[in-house]
């Protein structure tokens, strides 16, 4: 059985950080394109980035780069989510997904695993 499990959130104030983790299990991770997408109350999910298997490709969205970065460690089966300098409007639950390797994709149709989100709130 497939499973993702997030960890990591939870409420800061904003300029604060978060390390956001995502625990695999029951499939070959280390061969799996992952990321990280987040969905704010009333809007639709959201591509925040996106990592190749073997870790030597990672993507962002241009809003989001310098303050987000993920990183995985297959030996650990584990992604995660670096998040700098928090706003607001970074208030989200927070999702990691896992997808077949080639491609590094940006839509939530290139991944097949989802994990049930962690919820990020940032106050003022």
């Known amino acids: 059985q497939v499973q993702l499990v997030e960890s990591g959130g939870g409420w800061v104030q904003a300029g604060g950080s978060l390390r956001l983790s995502c625990a695999a299990s029951?499939?070959?991770?280390?061969?799996?394109?992952s990321a990280w997408f987040r969905q704010a109350p009333g809007k639709e999910r959201e591509f925040v980035a996106a990592?190749?298997?073997?870790?030597?490709?990672?993507s962002n969205p241009d809003s989001m780069k310098g303050r987000f970065t993920i990183s995985r460690d297959n030996a650990k089966n584990a992604l995660y989510l670096q998040i700098l300098s928090l706003k607001p409007e970074d208030t989200a639950v927070y999702y990691c997904a896992a997808g077949p390797r080639g491609d590094v994709l940006k839509t939530t149709r290139g991944y097949n695993y989802w994990g049930q989100g962690t919820q990020v709130t940032v106050s003022s």
């Open positions: 990592i190749s298997w073997s870790g030597g490709s990672a």
């Open positions: 029951g499939l070959a991770f280390r061969l799996a394109n």
